[in-house]
């Protein structure tokens, strides 16, 4: 069963960066579609970043698109989303979620309606 475990998160300011980490044991993550997602208080989940198993394709959310980077490091069986720039509004707890499906392919769309969310999630909070 896979297990993961979210880090990286912590309080900054305005205009701070954050890089959060995402290790996993009991699968290797690199033939997964793996994603970020985050829930801030009072609102649904919603996707911030994706990146595809077997490229370096990837997909973000439009009010993170050029503030955020996902990336992935196969040797550590790992995935980051460096954070930049971090306005308020980006406050929440941050989940680490990979494909259902090893080696899946399809549209975002697609792959982001099979991710689950594995691990238990990391806060940041970006104070003005």
């Known amino acids: 069963q896979v297990q993961l475990a979210e880090s990286g998160g912590g309080l900054v300011q305005v205009g701070g960066s954050l890089r959060l980490s995402c290790a996993a044991s009991?699968?290797?993550?690199?033939?997964?579609?793996m994603a970020w997602f985050r829930q801030a208080p009072g609102k649904e989940r919603d996707i911030v970043a994706a990146i595809y198993w077997k490229s370096a394709a990837t997909f973000y959310a439009g009010s993170v698109k050029g503030r955020f980077s996902i990336s992935r490091d196969n040797a550590k069986n790992a995935v980051y989303l460096q954070m930049n720039n971090l306005p308020p509004e980006d406050t929440a707890l941050y989940y680490c979620a990979g494909d259902s499906r090893p080696q899946g392919s399809g549209t975002w769309d697609e792959i982001i309606r099979r991710l689950e969310v594995w691990g238990q999630g990391t806060l940041v909070t970006v104070s003005s």
């Open positions: 009991g699968r290797a993550l690199s033939s997964y579609n």
